[in-house]
Every structure is written in structure tokens, then in C-alpha cells.
């Protein structure tokens, strides 16, 4: 499990950007489907987990279920982010990205308990997601060319 935290390293810097990129286009009122692809979190946690999967497998050598454990730690990572920046949204009455009823699946806003709950069903199915696209990062692995030396 070490060596998983230190190679999911890279992509928390990255889920950093990426999170505080939505909070500062939510706080500066861009419109969500302007700013929502700018800063993808969900489509950042899966090209990750494909790529560290692909990786794992070319360049270190490793099996599918070792690729599949980091997906799930990305996945989690992420999805943890983004339960808290929806509770923090709605506990500080702020509108973003992240209680914003596009980003929950729904027409119209919803209590805080609603989406909470929606949103641990994404640490459920999201890390599982990200599982499954690592899987497939590593069935891709053979792609890559051999380590370089």
C-alpha cells in the first residue's frame, strides 16, 4: 500500500488543480456548463487510472489487480473530494460547481441530506469506476513501448 500512496502522488497534485480550478470558477460565477468541462474531476480520475494502469503494466511490470487497487485509490481519492466540496458548498450556503443540480443529476436544487447521499453513492460506483478503467488502462498496456533504460 505504500508504494500505491507514493505513485498516486502525481495524481493528488493534479486533483488539486483541478478541484480548486471548479471552486474558483464557481466563486467567480462562471456559468457550470461553461466552466464544468474546464475542469473535469470525473474525467480527470479515469484518463489517470487508464494511464496508470497502461503504466503499471508496461513499465512496472505489475498484474491487473495490483493496476486495479491504485484505480480504486484514485477513484476513492476523488470522490472523497467531491463529497466534501458539496457538503462544504452547501454548509457555507455557497452555489457551486459541486451542489449545482447538473452536477447531481437532478432539475432543480435539492436539500444537503439528498445530495450527500447521491453523492456516497459516487464513492461507491466512482471508485469502482476508476477500478475498471485501470483494468483497461493495463489490457492497453502491451501499447506502450518497452521501459525505457
Do not use: C
Not at 497534485?13 to 466552466?35: D, K, N, T
Not at 479515469?46 to 496508470?52: D, E, I, N, R, T
Not at 511490470?61 to 476523488?78: E, F, K, N, P
Not at 489490457?139 to 525505457?148: S, T
Amino acid at each position: 500500500m505504500q508504494d500505491n500512496l507514493k505513485l498516486v502522488r502525481l495524481f493528488w497534485v493534479l486533483l488539486a488543480v483541478v478541484a480548486g480550478g471548479r471552486w474558483a470558477l464557481s466563486l467567480r460565477g462562471m456559468p457550470y456548463a461553461v466552466g464544468n468541462p474546464v475542469f473535469s474531476i470525473v474525467t480527470l480520475t479515469l484518463l489517470s487510472a487508464l494511464f496508470y494502469g497502461a503504466f503499471l503494466r508496461a513499465w512496472g511490470g505489475q498484474g491487473v489487480v495490483r493496476a486495479m487497487t491504485l484505480g480504486a485509490l484514485i477513484g476513492l481519492s476523488a470522490q472523497v473530494v467531491i463529497f466534501a466540496s458539496t457538503a462544504i458548498s452547501y454548509l457555507a450556503g455557497i452555489e457551486s460547481y459541486f451542489n449545482h443540480p447538473i452536477a447531481l443529476n437532478v432539475e432543480q436544487a435539492i436539500p444537503m441530506g439528498e445530495a450527500l447521499a447521491r453523492r456516497f453513492g459516487g464513492l461507491v460506483m466512482g471508485t469502482v469506476n476508476a477500478a475498471v478503467a485501470a483494468a483497461l488502462g493495463w489490457a492497453l498496456g502491451w501499447l506502450l513501448p518497452e521501459r525505457p533504460r
